[in-house]
């Protein structure tokens, strides 16, 4: 799951669906185009980049917009691309958030849109700011940003300013022409093309600026040093001894670049002196690169030094980090053992939750990775506060430009401010999602499940992308992978899934007969070869003869009998036929009924859906998981087996031979209207 430790869940409209890193990528090549190094990852798509005055690389991050709404969610952004710099881009829910220490963030946010043309304003006849400045086209909200750098550390920080816009202004390129103004290209999609030029015309000087950048030269030549070292060498000392004397720098780009130069060398080289640095930040950086290069017999040792470290000690960005090495220790060197998990859960429960989402995140991961105990039930209580992420929205960084940002594109822009004005909560989506994936039995109380389900009712009317009823889809699917049947019944009982209710059902063809399990095997002889059924027809008459208010069948039908989506993986032909004209012949133990008499005189038959050491709770109509009664054990006289099945014979005497054939075909398909039995 490319290094993180919630599985992840694909795009559910299967946009870039098993594509695995490095997705966008930036190479350098030589001028013949012969010999090609990666020199930047883990982009959605870098539309286009330029290089400053520094010599150093900034490129133009798209975004994937079906993800409004979601914590995994990008804004377009504008990334200070270093040598070996990875920026996290996976695809589904898988990106890594921007605190990760194994990624660099970006020099600034912008929002949604679709990045074009780029380019530094040198060579304009601007005042000095704008002749620095980074020029960004965005496509879908016609805007031309200018992206003000300011040198911090050996990195940039940046302010974005809108320097063009208007509605109906689709920029696809830019350039900076010899007289010293900017010329854009608009068009696309069957619109108008043009060419439009921006100059200067104020009273401030536009004489030509050194846009080289003093501040920050020291530490950008450390980095660049470091950077030197971004390959096999030779003779690997002086990379390991620059690349150890800077792991706990306090400038998060350089220690990105020590780490990088080390992990270019043998790990047995260095990995006992990463593992011994003296500082938090040292080791840590040092624990992830040994975790990312060292064999699995490394994983004792790396935990050890970092168990040397006491998190609540730790400022927020160092326990973002921290958990982040222990997750890289757990995914890179192998499944931990019960006693490492233990520990991390001793470990990190304390600290959870806290008030910064992005480490909320990371430690709800960890802690549900590693079955923390208490873990569900905590999260499911998270999921009943009012508001987990304070309102946050992860769109843009000013939600006033948000806002006027969509009026420039009435399309565009309504995904946009449906999801401003009718906003999701992004730590209680990313609670549903990691516990998803616990399916243990005994981790659950009724309760939480009830709570868990509750939520994801509500998060329906939440507002997100284009994928963000189908993600809220998987995770319900997954969710319930681990429940059986009975566990699922329990639920709609409940109320916290809503039962299901069938359309309108068709009624049988017809004319019916008596049928038997010889008469129905009889006419399957001929009848079931194939290219002789009706695919259509087979689902019409599972509805017309009811089986779907009680059978759950390719995603769709009731809970209170088996799901028969994979009848044809357990049943043979004719175990199938039995079951459905003999169906008390041989009665599952999962979907027997009980008969009940209570001390006060009263019979209750049906299905048992839940039990504990007081009452027990009992589905009375098959057909309709609302209707149970709650029990006390106390009262109950005599409890047994009934003799018969819920299920009632003789479902299949109102169909005619072609309904029979056919919705045994259907049975058997297991949903796919391309199974050989069905006409082409």
């Keep these: 799951d490319e290094d993180m430790i919630i599985p992840r869940m694909w795009d559910g409209n299967g946009h870039a669906t098993g594509r695995l890193a490095p997705g966008g990528y930036i190479v350098s090549t030589d001028p013949d185009g012969k010999a090609w190094e990666l020199w930047s990852a883990g982009y959605r798509n870098p539309y286009d980049f330029g290089f400053n005055a520094d010599g150093e690389i900034f490129a133009y991050d798209a975004d994937m917009e079906w993800d409004f709404g979601m914590p995994w969610y990008r804004p377009t952004r504008v990334n200070h691309a270093t040598s070996g710099s990875e920026l996290g881009w996976r695809s589904g829910t898988a990106k890594w958030p921007a605190g990760f220490p194994d990624s660099l963030p970006a020099a600034v946010d912008i929002g949604p849109g679709s990045p074009v043309g780029a380019a530094f304003g040198y060579g304009t006849k601007f005042p000095a700011k704008y002749q620095k400045a980074f020029y960004i086209c965005d496509w879908t909200f016609g805007t031309m940003y200018a992206i003000h750098l300011t040198p911090a550390g050996s990195t940039y920080t940046a302010e974005k300013e809108e320097f063009v816009s208007r509605n109906a202004l689709p920029l696809t390129d830019m350039t900076i022409g010899k007289d010293g103004a900017i010329y854009f290209a608009v068009g696309g999609r069957g619109g108008q093309s043009e060419l439009y030029r921006v100059r200067y015309v104020g009273e401030e000087s536009t004489a030509a600026v050194d846009a080289r950048n003093q501040a920050g030269a020291a530490e950008r030549q450390i980095r660049r040093d470091l950077e030197a070292f971004h390959a096999p060498q030779a003779d690997p000392a002086a990379a390991i001894e620059l690349a150890l004397a800077n792991l706990g720098h306090t400038d998060r780009f350089i220690r990105y670049a020590a780490r990088i130069a080390l992990e270019h060398q043998p790990v047995a080289n260095w990995q006992d002196q990463a593992l011994a640095q003296a500082t938090p930040d040292g080791l840590i950086t040092g624990a992830i690169a040994v975790a990312r290069q060292a064999e699995p017999a490394a994983q004792p040792a790396v935990l050890a030094a970092l168990d040397r470290l006491d998190a609540a000690s730790l400022n927020t960005a160092q326990q973002l980090d921290l958990v982040r090495a222990y997750e890289l220790t757990l995914i890179r060197l192998g499944e931990p053992n019960a006693a490492v998990k233990a520990a991390l859960a001793q470990k990190f429960s304390p600290l959870f939750p806290t008030d910064d989402l992005e480490l909320n995140r990371a430690l709800s991961s960890l802690l549900v990775a590693v079955r923390a105990p208490g873990i569900v039930s905590k999260l499911v ?111 709609e009982t409940l109320g916290a899934r809503k039962p299901y209710t069938p359309p309108p059902l068709p009624k049988p063809e017809g004319p019916g007969q008596k049928w038997t399990v010889e008469t129905v095997m ?103 998981a609302s209707k149970f009664v709650v029990i006390e054990r106390d009262d109950i006289e005599e409890m047994m087996a009934a003799k018969q099945s819920l299920m009632p014979a003789g479902l299949l005497d109102t169909l005619n031979e072609a309904e029979v054939l056919d919705l045994l075909a259907y049975s058997l398909s297991r949903g796919n209207r391309r199974d050989e039995r069905f006409k082409r």
């Design 522 to 624: 009889a006419a399957t002889v001929e009848g079931l070869k194939p290219k002789t059924r009706n695919f259509e027809h087979g689902k019409r008459t599972f509805a017309a003869a009811r089986c779907v208010v009680c059978h759950r069948f390719s995603g769709d039908g009731g809970a209170t009998g088996p799901d028969l989506t994979q009848a044809a993986g357990r049943f043979k032909l004719k175990d199938l036929v039995e079951a459905i004209v003999e169906p008390s012949k041989a009665i599952s133990d999962q979907y027997q009924a009980h008969v009940i008499q209570t001390a006060s005189g009263k019979v209750h038959t049906g299905r048992i859906i839940s039990e504990d050491d007081d009452q027990i709770t009992v589905v009375t109509d098959p057909e309709d």
């Design 381 to 491: 209580g998270l999921l009943s506060t009012e508001n987990a992420s304070s309102g946050q929205t992860n769109l843009a960084d000013s939600e006033a430009d948000l806002a006027q940002l969509a009026k420039r594109n009435a399309s565009y822009g309504r995904a946009v401010t449906g999801a401003l004005d009718n906003r999701t909560d992004l730590l209680q989506i990313h609670y549903a999602y990691v516990l998803r994936t616990v399916n243990e039995k005994d981790a659950w109380t009724l309760a939480d499940r009830k709570g868990y389900f509750d939520w994801l009712d509500r998060a329906r009317h939440w507002t997100g992308g284009n994928s963000y009823r189908k993600f809220l889809l998987k995770i319900e699917e997954e969710s319930l992978a681990g429940l059986s049947d009975t566990e699922k019944l329990a639920l």
